[in-house]
């Protein structure tokens, strides 16, 4: 057998719900809390580490569980963080919420784009030496998706 391995890549799919809104210039109904079950999909290259693996997908479960049922919001938006309470402002709306049931993402906004950019930037600090490419596709609804590849 002249057959080799010449590329090593896992694939993991699988969907949360959350819900958020949209900062923007324009009127859209973006801009009001509204949920989406989103789809994830995720690809990551790579070469085998000492267990056999190119990354454990558990990592990728415990990604999906800190989303799921999760208002995602913008640091830029929170004002107030105090006694487990978490308190955002943005197009004239001010919730407080438990600090458990929001998720603040490091981007200046919620969109699919910067979500796909979240959750690869996530699988990156989990990911060791012998991951070159990271993938990853945030699905809005059956017709619309992000996509972002992070390479070393």
Request: glycine share 6%.
């Amino acid at each position: 057998m002249n057959f080799h391995p010449t590329e090593r890549k896992i694939g993991w799919h699988k969907d949360f719900d959350s819900s958020h809104f949209l900062s923007l210039p324009y009127e859209s109904k973006c801009l009001r809390i509204h949920g989406h079950t989103y789809n994830v999909d995720v690809e990551i290259w790579g070469e085998l580490n000492e267990n056999g693996m190119i990354f454990d997908f558990n990592h990728l479960s415990n990604l999906v569980k800190l989303l799921d049922h999760r208002i995602l919001v913008s640091e830029r938006w929170v004002v107030d963080r105090a006694n487990g309470r978490i308190v955002v402002e943005k197009n004239g709306k001010r919730l407080e919420l438990p600090e458990g049931e929001a998720v603040v993402l490091n981007k200046p906004n919620v969109t699919a784009e910067y979500i796909a950019e979240w959750f690869a930037e996530k699988i990156a600090e989990k990911a060791g030496d012998n991951v070159r490419r990271i993938r990853v596709k945030i699905w809005e609804d059956p017709r619309s998706y992000a996509e972002v590849t992070l390479e070393r």
